[in-house]
């Protein structure tokens, strides 16, 4: 079924094309591109042939539609690409941006039908290598950046008081005018929280903040001392490495350590 | 609800209980592992206003079944609440796929055996063809089902230990640096290294680095090694368009950034 509906929504859009190429005026736009990228001394349906191979590319070869898993390789990395000229990564990122737009369709087709896909991953994949040519990207400029302006050139931020009160990191926007000029932005971005209701909601949120530490203490010093309880022969440096806010020594003399008995009396 | 609430939300992070060994073996990338395996029933949208909140599963219990896997989700359905279970943590790993250990519990006991799965998870290691149960299989009316021999998990702290490879007897390990500042297990009896073997280089898409068969989609190696990169002083875009033939000679405004 699905693959009915691929032939059929690509030999579609292939006859929506040829219309344009050959007969419908209304479609100069595409007819220029179209024949911009075919030999126009090649007989018609060569053309056609041709057109179709081309909107084949937005989905993946035929012999994977119906497979179990289709194999594939893993996904750039950073070192791999550092060594990759800047149009070489140009070229890699738009064969990658190619193929997401390629299993994105799939995918999207796949979901349609309520049909298993092979291989989901692939998007990760693609995804992780398109972020590191980015990171690669933003090293370069930033080397560049740095040697001429003493600066990085990125997009410059800073921590604010928002309108509740909070602290956080803030993106900078550019802007025409100046910031005292601006009174539209000022009103829409108000800085700073003042007054008894600031007050209450800080001492609320603090609180809030306070319990979750309070009961994430609680929840390891049970959780450590059921351990205790459960492997005599633990080694306890590796516990207190990973949990450094309890203190051993007094966890003996818990009830939970001790266990649903009564302890022998001399 | 309370705004506080909404301000101070965490999302739970299955990827910190998915042990480094697992991950290894599926060769996915992270992102997908968690995709795979998290159970979200309902998040925040992502827009500006909203902090990251969700209503998700939280309390997973890892078994053999990786957890990427739909028998993985099959165990751990949201409706489902199974007892807690205590993992001794563990500094350092020392048990891997591919390692001979001798069993020291069970009707196995003091055999030897390699080790053919790792569920770092659990502390747990399968040995082949030892600690092992019958299992029944597609039993039905009138069909009396399959039945298939599979290994049971044994625990690493005290059911199995590892064989030193000089006189074939269990040990004790310990990890040690040689003098390039490799990090190897060391026999504590003999003081012999062992060695972690080459089946540990396995994953689901090939049984060792070297026997990796290229795919319809892969760059060729010389490709990929190929070194095209120039030094030139200029930034990524300045060089796209030069190659393009694309010439900026704008002078951009005064602008400002708040």
Not at chain 1, 1 to 21: C, D, V, W
Not at chain 1, 87 to 107: A, C, G, P, V, Y
């Amino acid at each position: 079924m699905i693959i009915l509906n691929l032939i059929k929504r690509t030999t579609f859009a292939a006859q929506l094309l040829n219309r344009s190429i050959f007969n419908n005026s209304l479609y100069n736009g595409i007819k220029y591109c179209v024949t911009r990228n075919i030999h126009l001394s090649q007989p018609a349906h060569d053309i056609n042939e041709d057109v179709n191979n081309k909107l084949m590319e937005f989905f993946d070869v035929p012999k994977n539609w119906n497979e179990n898993e289709v194999k594939h390789g893993r996904s750039w990395n950073l070192a791999e690409l550092r060594i990759k000229s800047n149009s070489d990564l140009h070229k890699i990122w738009f064969i990658l941006l190619k193929e997401l737009n390629m299993l994105k369709t799939m995918e999207h087709e796949y979901k349609r039908e309520w049909k298993w896909w092979a291989s989901p991953e692939r998007i990760d994949k693609v995804q992780d290598s398109m972020k590191n040519i980015e990171t690669v990207v933003r090293e370069r400029n930033q080397a560049y950046h740095m040697l001429e302006s003493g600066t990085d050139g990125e997009q410059p931020g800073q921590y604010i008081t928002n309108a509740l009160g909070l602290r956080e990191y803030k993106k900078s926007v550019e802007h025409i005018v100046p910031y005292w000029a601006n009174k539209k932005w000022r009103e829409a971005n108000p800085r700073g929280c003042h007054g008894p209701d600031y007050q209450k909601f800080m001492r609320l949120y603090r609180e809030k903040i306070y319990n979750d530490k309070r009961k994430g203490r609680n929840r390891d010093k049970n959780h450590v001392i059921r351990l205790l309880s459960r492997f005599p022969n633990l080694d306890r440096n590796v516990l207190k490495g990973k949990y450094p806010q309890i203190n051993f020594d007094t966890l003996n003399k818990k009830d939970l350590y001790r266990g649903h008995y009564v302890p022998d009396v001399e | 609800m309370r705004i506080t609430t909404i301000l101070h939300a965490k999302r739970h992070n299955i990827l910190e209980k998915v042990g480094e060994l697992s991950k290894a073996f599926g060769n996915f990338p992270d992102s997908y592992v968690k995709r795979a395996s998290e159970q979200v029933y309902w998040e925040t949208p992502k827009a500006p206003q909203y902090t990251k909140a969700a209503i998700e599963k939280r309390n997973f219990r890892f078994t053999t079944n990786r957890p990427w896997t739909s028998q993985f989700r099959m165990q751990n359905m949201s409706n489902m609440k199974r007892k807690k279970v205590f993992v001794e943590p563990i500094e350092n790993w020392g048990f891997f796929r591919g390692d001979r250990v001798e069993v020291l519990i069970g009707k196995d006991k003091g055999k030897q055996g390699i080790v053919n799965q790792v569920v770092q998870e659990r502390n747990w290691v399968m040995v082949e063809g030892l600690n092992c149960h019958l299992r029944i299989v597609g039993k039905e009316k009138d069909y009396p089902g399959v039945v298939i021999r599979s290994e049971a998990p044994l625990l690493v702290t005290n059911q199995v230990a590892l064989v030193d490879p000089t006189d074939l007897q269990a040990t004790e390990v310990e990890w040690r640096f040689t003098e390039e500042g490799e990090k190897v297990r060391v026999s504590k009896r003999t003081g012999r290294i062992i060695p972690i073997p080459k089946a540990n280089e396995e994953t689901m898409d090939y049984k060792g680095k070297k026997l990796y068969m290229t795919r319809e989609k892969d760059t060729d190696v010389d490709v990929a090694q190929e070194i095209s990169f120039k030094p030139k002083l200029c930034t990524f875009e300045m060089d796209i368009m030069e190659s393009m033939g694309i010439e900026e000679d704008r002078i951009p405004k005064k602008t400002f950034w708040y």
